[in-house]
């Protein structure tokens, strides 16, 4: 069974920065292409970001295009989200996905497993 655990979310002021990781166990994460979403209260949830499973390739949404980077380490089985120049707007549940198989991909049902997410909270 393949779990996925999100951690590093917090309260952070405008401007400022955090790092999110996600721990895949219980598949072959190596294999899998990886998103970010987010989701806040009362919306949908949203694409964030992705990396296709050699990390060679990256793709974001336009509204976080130049702030956020995403990253992963195939040995570890982590994939991590770095923020900067947080907004009050990038306040949401953050979940980590897995695609077993595909090419990159933005949407939710596009994506097999799914992580319970971590909350990022930014203050203006």
């Known amino acids: 069974q393949v779990q996925l655990v999100e951690s590093g979310g917090g309260l952070v002021q405008a401007g400022g920065s955090l790092s999110l990781s996600c721990a895949v166990s219980g598949g072959l994460f190596s294999t899998y292409n990886m998103g970010w979403f987010r989701q806040a209260p009362g919306k949908e949830r949203e694409f964030v970001s992705g990396i296709i499973w050699t990390g060679r390739y990256t793709y974001y949404a336009d509204s976080v295009k130049g702030r956020f980077i995403i990253s992963r380490d195939n040995g570890k089985n982590m994939v991590y989200l770095r923020m900067d120049s947080l907004k009050p707007e990038d306040t949401a549940v953050y979940h980590c996905?897995?695609?077993?198989?595909?090419?990159?991909?933005?949407?939710?049902?596009?994506?097999?497993?799914w992580g319970q997410g971590t909350q990022v909270t930014v203050s203006s």
């Open positions: 996905a897995a695609r077993r198989a595909g090419l990159a991909a933005r949407e939710v049902y596009e994506y097999d497993y």
